[in-house]
């Protein structure tokens, strides 16, 4: 089971569930990290992705309601 967080939707965690009533000797924590490596950068480039169609409107709402500012400072 991999842990998700809440707000962020990133992993932070994982837990093997029931290894014995999977009979498991040993997990391959190797494997484990490069398949968890590579779903986690997926899911950053998405963010990154969000957060890049999302700063305009964002910079937008702040030089309208915030006095004084400029993009520059963001």
Do not use: Y
Not at 8 to 27: E, Q, R, Y
């Amino acid at each position: 089971m991999v842990e998700i967080g809440w707000f962020s939707h990133l992993p932070h965690g994982f837990c093997v569930i029931g290894p014995k009533a999977h009979k498991l000797k040993g997990v391959r924590f190797q494997a484990v990290i490069e398949k968890a490596e590579k779903q986690f950068l997926s899911i950053m480039e998405e963010r990154r992705k969000e957060i890049e169609r999302q700063e305009p409107i964002f910079i937008e709402f702040l030089q309208r309601h915030v006095p004084d500012f400029t993009s520059s400072a963001w």
